[in-house]
């Protein structure tokens, strides 16, 4: 199965890669790894979408799973899937055993066996550079692990990078001076080195060869340019440059406009990033994600303009331009839900801003539809409970809130701001005991959130 790249990709991958890779850009982390996930189902040897994949589940994992106890269930929760995952490779049946390992990978994308078996799979199927991609992302979690250099050095060879496959044994050989198979491993990989030649001798024959070269060099620092945290002034300059480049040699590329749009925003030239996105959306009309993207530059343009405001002691003409940028968010928000109906995520979005403004009973209409989306059910719930409390429709709310609670498993921050405010409702409609056993479920897992410790001593204390 030989790597494709996104320009020779059906219409219908594309699509699916740039709402995920779009959707990533804003922190919308499930959406992402859902449009990724998708576009690989479709084309499996599209690593580019591997790599935003992998970027989006670690995010997601790095933030959700923090402790042991939540790293364990996760464990358990995989094991159904593991077992599949492992007669998929030992059979050999590459294609399965990749789908099957990018399960694995969803569930926990960092867990060492999960990435040595999807590098397997990955050779099975054909694709090296889709092993070594995965390796070298256990390489940097885990760079004292003799087990992932080694299996990385091999895939290197097999993706014929052989240079990187001597660091890695080199590496092990450091580490473990009189392991016979890491020192075999590392001469193999060099005679095999010596044979293959030096690629600049190479080059020096040959005129084509050299400027490959030089082209591959280029790339290699504009990829390390694009993948650093931190990026210099210099290295945003050299990116927009080399951006605008591809737009002029590929036009109708528009991840191309949406990565120079990003830069120029990295630089605070908002007027150029707004300009671009712009030009985006005309080839582009009715794309959701672009429009989002827009609004979001519009809106660190009005951040930047009244942080210069309030710099230069202009309050009032700060103040001024926070009323703007309140109406702007207001506005843009109304827009985008009426022309996209069925957005449930702008629903919500739109929802809370209504409550946040005491539209009480069209922020209600929003949460009702909102609520259709699983992965809104929990919030919208909750929302349309603060509504009904706000109209003192007491009984209702508490109704919301109890199907909330309901649908949540785990004491997430969620779950505990639903148990509040039923224990809050309980308090208003006078069952005091009824209050009690809601902020004691709280207590029992956080004694530190909001007034909980003040809530439950006062609840002894009466009874003293």
Same mark, same amino acid.
């Given at each position: 199965?030989a790597e494709v790249t996104l320009d020779v990709v059906p219409r219908k991958v594309r699509d699916f890669f740039n709402k995920g890779f779009?959707?990533?850009?804003?922190?919308?982390?499930?959406?992402?790894?859902?449009?990724?996930?998708?576009?690989?189902?479709?084309?499996?040897?599209?690593?580019?979408?591997? #790599?935003?994949?992998?970027?989006?589940?670690?995010q997601k994992y790095k933030k959700e799973k923090t402790s042991a106890i939540a790293r364990i269930l996760s464990l358990v929760g995989s094991?159904?899937?593991?077992?599949?995952?492992?007669?998929?490779?030992?059979?050999? /049946?590459?294609? #399965?055993?990749?789908?099957?390992?990018?399960?694995?990978?969803?569930?926990?994308?960092?867990?060492? @066996?999960?990435?040595?078996?999807?590098?397997?799979?990955?050779?099975?199927?054909?694709?090296?550079? =889709?092993?070594?991609?995965?390796?070298?992302?256990?390489?940097?979690?885990?760079?004292?692990?003799?087990?992932?250099?080694?299996?990385?050095?091999?895939?290197?060879?097999?993706?014929?990078?052989?240079?990187?496959?001597?660091?890695?044994?080199?590496?092990?050989?450091?580490?473990?001076?009189?392991?016979?198979? =890491?020192?075999?491993?590392?001469?193999? =990989?060099? +005679?095999?080195?010596?044979? !293959?030649?030096?690629?600049?001798?190479? +080059?020096?024959?040959?005129?084509?060869?050299?400027?490959?070269?030089?082209?591959?060099?280029?790339?290699?620092?504009?990829?390390?340019?694009?993948? #650093?945290?931190? /990026?210099?002034?210099?290295?945003?300059?050299?990116?927009?440059?080399?951006?605008?480049?591809?737009?002029?040699?590929?036009?109708?590329?528009?991840?191309?406009?949406?990565?120079?749009?990003?830069?120029?925003?990295?630089?605070?030239?908002?007027?150029?990033?707004?300009?671009?996105?712009?030009?985006?959306?005309?080839?582009?009309?009715?794309?959701?994600?672009?429009?989002? =993207?827009?609004?979001?530059?519009?809106?660190?343009?009005?951040?930047?303009?009244?942080?210069?405001?309030?710099?230069?002691?202009?309050?009032?003409?700060?103040?001024?331009?926070?009323?703007?940028?309140?109406?702007?968010?207001?506005?843009?928000?109304?827009? @985008?839900?009426?022309?996209?109906?069925?957005?449930?995520?702008?629903?919500?979005?739109?929802?809370?801003?209504?409550?946040?403004?005491?539209?009480?009973?069209?922020?209600?209409?929003?949460?009702?539809?909102?609520?259709?989306?699983?992965?809104?059910?929990?919030?919208?719930?909750?929302?349309?409970?603060?509504?009904?409390?706000? /109209?003192?429709?007491?009984?209702?709310?508490?109704?919301?809130?109890?199907?909330? +609670?309901?649908?949540?498993?785990?004491?997430?921050?969620? #779950?505990?701001?639903?148990?509040?405010?039923?224990? !809050?409702?309980?308090?208003?409609?006078?069952?005091?005991?009824?209050?009690?056993?809601?902020?004691?479920?709280?207590?029992?897992?956080?004694?530190?959130?909001?007034?909980?410790?003040?809530?439950?001593?006062?609840?002894?204390?009466?009874?003293?």
């Open positions: 199965m779009a959707a990533l850009e804003h922190g919308r982390l499930e959406y992402a790894i859902d449009m990724l996930s998708h576009c690989l189902e479709e084309e499996p040897a599209l690593l580019q979408a591997r #790599k935003f994949l992998r970027a989006a589940e670690i094991l159904p899937a593991y077992v599949p995952a492992i007669v998929a490779v030992k059979s050999g /049946k590459g294609a #399965k055993a990749l789908v099957a390992t990018d399960r694995l990978l969803r569930n926990n994308p960092l867990d060492r @066996r999960y990435m040595k078996l999807f590098a397997d799979a990955a050779e099975l199927a054909a694709l090296p550079e =889709a092993a070594v991609q995965i390796l070298e992302i256990a390489r940097e979690h885990y760079p004292d692990d003799g087990a992932v250099l080694e299996c990385l050095g091999r895939h290197y060879q097999l993706a014929g990078e052989n240079k990187k496959a001597i660091a890695c044994f080199e590496k092990l050989c450091e580490m473990n001076p009189n392991n016979p198979t =890491a020192i075999k491993a590392m001469k193999d =990989a060099m +005679a095999l080195d010596s044979l !293959e030649g030096d690629g600049w001798a190479e +080059a020096s024959e040959d005129g084509g060869s050299y400027r490959d070269l030089i082209k591959d060099t280029g790339e290699a620092t504009r990829l390390e340019q694009e993948a #650093k945290a931190v /990026k210099t002034s210099k290295d945003v300059d050299n990116l927009i440059a080399d951006t605008i480049e591809k737009i002029k040699a590929e036009p109708d590329n528009i991840n191309y406009y949406r990565a120079l749009s990003r830069y120029y925003g990295q630089k605070g030239e908002f007027d150029d990033a707004v300009a671009t996105l712009a030009k985006a959306l005309k080839m582009a009309p009715g794309d959701p994600e672009l429009e989002h =993207a827009l609004s979001d530059l519009k809106i660190s343009r009005f951040n930047a303009e009244i942080e210069t405001l309030k710099a230069d002691g202009r309050e009032e003409e700060a103040l001024a331009k926070e009323t703007e940028r309140a109406q702007f968010v207001f506005d843009s928000l109304q827009e @985008r839900v009426a022309r996209y109906p069925n957005d449930l995520n702008l629903r919500y979005e739109f929802g809370v801003m209504l409550y946040d403004n005491d539209y009480v009973n069209e922020a209600i209409q929003q949460f009702q539809m909102s609520q259709r989306n699983p992965k809104l059910r929990a919030d919208s719930l909750y929302h349309l409970a603060m509504c009904f409390k706000h /109209k003192e429709q007491y009984d209702l709310a508490f109704n919301e809130l109890e199907k909330a +609670a309901s649908d949540l498993t785990r004491m997430d921050k969620t #779950k505990k701001d639903i148990c509040y405010a039923l224990g !809050e409702l309980s308090e208003l409609m006078g069952k005091r005991e009824q209050a009690a056993d809601y902020f004691k479920q709280i207590y029992q897992v956080d004694i530190q959130y909001r007034d909980i410790a003040d809530k439950v001593e006062q609840v002894y204390n009466k009874g003293q």
